[in-house]
């Protein structure tokens, strides 16, 4: 899910999984023939379900960050390629999706990203109408956390297929279409290697390390020849450039997203150097 605070979001989680669940039901001998093999229960995972509360976990960096970290943990250990799972949070931040996609693809399962589209205006709607007791976000953090909101874009692999709601429409409209993509769709194989040989297992944690640190090497060198905001780096092995951010890009930053990208792909083995390259720079560029 991807949405706005309070745009609807837990509401039309709930309505997809038992509309996903009757159709796994109702098509129960299809899949069989077709040798799918899902669970009848889908999994939704958010700040209830996780005991985080919502009226402080967004309120400071710190918090937030340990929000997310519990919930990217909770998606690593319940997603697998028989369990639909929706993972029902704000995840506004476009890197933090294209970290959600990375799970799903290296467990070879098809993902979506289902978009609340409830206007700012919608959504403070609803959250006056709360009572007192649901506890949710104070109207500050939630007015913080629409401003800093990333809209989804289905260009982007991360963020595609998308499907967008806005709160009148129908949730059983698009249950097909839902379940195409993620049922009978073949797991995203975008980044894999088809021609060239792949690295050895031994090699390939070294290989990675390397090609990465020469891309940070590049990025950090650009920034001291004085590029910034906007401009188009290129780096080693990667087709695909680093664009700068409008702000300056420390050492430390290009160090933690080297870790989180070596991290998320450690078990990828079967991709090449190229690959590798160009998959570190787009998630660079997400992060940025
Ligand atoms: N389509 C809708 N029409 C009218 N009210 C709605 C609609 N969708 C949700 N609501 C109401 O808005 C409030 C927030 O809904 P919900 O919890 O589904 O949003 P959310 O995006 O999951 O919120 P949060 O960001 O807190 O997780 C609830 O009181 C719910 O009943």
Request: aromatic share 6%; hydrophobic share 35%; net charge neutral.
């Amino acid at each position: 899910m991807c949405g706005i605070p309070c745009s609807g979001k837990t509401t039309r989680a709930t309505e997809l999984a038992s509309l996903l669940e009757k159709y796994i039901s109702d098509h129960a001998p299809t899949l069989s023939e077709k040798k799918i093999s899902i669970r009848p229960n889908v999994v939704i995972l958010n700040d209830e379900s996780l005991k985080i509360d919502k009226t402080s976990a967004y309120s400071d960096p710190t918090s937030e960050k340990n929000a997310r970290a519990s919930l990217l943990s909770a998606v690593e250990r319940h997603l697998s390629r028989e369990t639909l799972l929706i993972c029902d949070s704000t995840n506004y931040i476009k890197g933090f999706r294209y970290q959600l996609y990375c799970i799903a693809r290296a467990l070879g399962t098809p993902h979506c990203v289902i978009y609340c589209g409830s206007t700012p205006t919608q959504s403070l709607q609803f959250h006056s109408s709360i009572s007192d007791s649901q506890k949710t976000y104070p109207l500050d953090t939630l007015q913080a956390l629409t401003s800093r909101f990333e809209e989804p874009d289905s260009r982007n692999r991360w963020d595609s297929p998308l499907f967008i709601f806005s709160p009148s429409d129908d949730s059983a409209s698009e249950i097909e279409n839902i379940a195409q993509a993620l049922i009978y769709k073949k797991p995203p194989q975008p980044n894999l290697s088809t021609v060239v040989k792949p690295l050895t297992e031994t090699n390939y944690l070294h290989s990675m390390d390397r090609a990465t640190q020469e891309i940070v090497d590049a990025v950090l060198q650009a920034q001291q020849d004085g590029k910034g905001g906007g401009e188009s780096i290129v780096v080693p092995r990667s087709e695909v450039k680093v664009v700068l951010p409008g702000r300056t890009v420390t050492m430390s930053e290009m160090r933690r997203l080297r870790r989180q990208f070596t991290n998320l792909n450690k078990m990828h083995t079967e991709l090449d150097l190229e690959k590798l390259a160009g998959g570190f720079v787009e998630y660079v560029n997400a992060n940025f």
